[in-house]
């Protein structure tokens, strides 16, 4: 099955409204000799930034997304933004379950479980994060990890609606470190997700079901790493805070698909 390769920046928490703004401006202008039938590409500023990016990207093709998404409708839960006003804001896409929110905030497959309930229920697009840190790997639990995570973080949902999903495999060993996974080793842990996600939803499904890497990738490996049967893009970090060098991992990015 051909998949469209999706392309997402994580700002995490950098970038103002000014300094967003600025970027996605500049990103246009890199961009403007792609073509988005190729590949989707997102942007996921910190909240405060979500205005400025959204109205800069407006008359373009480059999707904005949120980092974080709350499971209630409203109510008592200081800090947190529901799905509705994502979606009031102009929000298409969401991160869900990053491993730096399970590492520090306390994240659970749970949560994430539910937060995906209500991305899917106001029609956002979610990428959810799955992945192993260096002691899981080690330990060689790398498997056991990423089945309990796309089984519970995943139970109860439509197959109908599974296709609509993002998976982001994220070796935690690899995030911000420099250290990227090789091509085979990162195409077999998307194929192991896949399998799962199979499982899970059904082999029809899953197939539909992008699945993106997410651990250090950059202009220099990205045209190797989706050239793999099963990577179907990448979630991006320091790379995807200056227009110049996410654009030409965008470029690298879907050369490689092409292969």
């Not at 933004?81 to 306390?106: N, P, T």
């Not at 899917?120 to 959810?128: E, F, K, M, S, W």
Request: with cysteine.
């Amino acid at each position: 099955m051909s998949r469209k390769i999706i392309v997402a920046g994580n700002w995490k928490m950098n970038k103002n409204a000014a300094e967003g703004k600025a970027l996605v401006e500049a990103l246009k202008g890199e961009l403007a000799d792609i073509s988005f039938d190729d590949a989707d590409v997102v942007v996921c500023p910190p909240f405060t930034t979500l205005g400025s990016v959204i109205e800069a990207a407006a008359c373009s093709r480059i999707g904005v997304g949120a980092q974080n998404i709350h499971w209630a409708a409203s109510g008592a839960f200081t800090g947190e933004i529901s799905a509705d006003m994502l979606v009031s804001s102009g929000v298409k896409y969401v991160i869900i379950g990053h491993s730096e929110r399970r590492q520090y905030f306390g994240e659970t497959d749970a949560t994430v479980n539910s937060r995906l309930k209500a991305a899917l229920g106001a029609g956002l697009t979610p990428i959810v994060c799955v992945g192993e840190t260096l002691a899981e790997r080690e330990g060689n639990r790398t498997e056991a990890v990423l089945a309990r995570q796309i089984r519970e973080g995943f139970a109860g949902i439509d197959a109908a609606v599974a296709p609509g999903i993002v998976v982001a495999y994220e070796p935690v060993w690899a995030i911000g470190t420099g250290k990227t996974a090789t091509p085979d080793v990162a195409q077999a842990a998307h194929a192991f997700i896949r399998s799962e996600l199979a499982g899970v939803f059904g082999t029809e499904a899953a197939e539909a079901i992008r699945i993106q890497y997410g651990g250090s990738m950059k202009s220099e490996n990205a045209r190797e790493l989706l050239s793999q049967p099963d990577i179907d893009g990448g979630l991006i970090g320091g790379a995807a805070l200056k227009a110049d060098s996410f654009a030409k991992l965008i470029r690298e990015a879907i050369a490689g698909s092409k292969n």
